[in-house]
């Protein structure tokens, strides 16, 4: 984990003193347009051919080498034979890479199979979580079931209970959404002022994968639901702790579906195998794994992990129930906790935006903790309910620096500071923390996790 030979995210040292200090300074103060993107175009090319002729003209110049070595010179996987197509069955990422994994929760190892692994969001592109990397949360540890043995039942308030098989399921009409999934506690130990140094553990809880299943209104449709009465859904998982969930009926019929597939291929047995509940917005632990039951009720089942867990202690210490739709959240994920700048210069503010109600319409990202703000590019797909990516140039002077984003939904909701959502929620919460992140910068560039109210 502290291994310095490689470490993914780990921002790479920029050529020094190769932006003049005005240049630095408009930029700061207005961003880049055309012409300034001209300018550290031209920058970026006499720098480089600068280090070039430097490297050149010292170590190199008695071997008889103008330049890098390792382009003039051809290495040994370019004058031999690769390995062969059946060498690995699965693909594996790259032996140099393999340092980028899930981690563990620090709490007690005696409670592995309720504990969490966090993904790496320090380490990843795009909004796409690898399905090896995908955040894992457990009640009672997963498990890997025979899916010709697995079975769903519809039950309750329709005309036609019915009992489906995989096949049976796979047999339907299948659509594939691609959503993000964030377990209720994410950012939980921010709640209670605890600094973790990386954005793996403050934001680790969150994944974004391409699913493909059954549309649950596909399903309640072919049970014949009644209209008239039913207002929830029980959703039971097949696990050994039982876990259940309440979904109000409007919600299910939007655009909830019972998912096997993820990313492609089937889902992972950590993921819930063979099948899964996916909720889009709606916190984690209703994305029942290992789905064997959903029941179509009138009223809420209040089952344990709706009045025991997961429930909101407010600021007068009354339990706000069945909290479950995730607001406007973002976190610059690079540069971020843990990581270094290794010199002045430019540098791609990277990170990720999401909301449990749709669209991710504007991120503004802050250098200054706050006191001015600039509007992130937002890369496409902008998708609802889905991870969007955000980035934006800066050139770091060397000062002392506290980042920030703020997200904004296509409602209207604002991403708020840590003073804001206190006044409304306290402080002795756990769950569904959506503050405003803040890394700090130091002069030496080493970044951690600071809190701003």
Known sequence: MNDKSHQPGRLQKAPESFLDASFVSEVNKHGFDEKRREILRSSFAAAATAVAATTAGSSLASEGFVGDPDILNLPPWSTSLGLPVAHRGYGM?????????????????????????????????????????????????????DPSKHRLMINGLVKNPKVYTMDDLMRLPSVSRIHFIECGANTAMEWGNVAVPTVQYTHGMLSCSEYTGVLLSTLLEDCGIDMKKAKYLLVEGADGSGQSRTISLDRALDDCMVAYGMNGEMIRPENGYPLRFVAPGIQGVSWVKWLRRIEVGDMRWSHKDETTGYADVMPDGTMRQYTSIHEAKSVITSPSGGQMLLDKGFYNVTGLAWSGRGKIKRVDVSTDGGINWRTARLETPILSKALTRFNIDWVWDGSPAILQSRAIDDTGFVQPTYGQLRAVRGSRSVYHNNAIQSWKVAENGEVSNVQIL
Do not use: C, D, Y
């Open 93 to 145: 990422p790259a032996k140099f890479e393999m340092n980028l994994m899930r981690r563990e929760s620090p709490g007690p190892a005696s409670v592995r199979q309720a504990s969490v692994a966090f993904t790496p969001l320090q380490g990843l592109f795009g909004i796409i979580t690898p399905s090896g990397l995908h955040f894992e949360r457990h009640h009672q540890g997963w498990v890997e079931i």
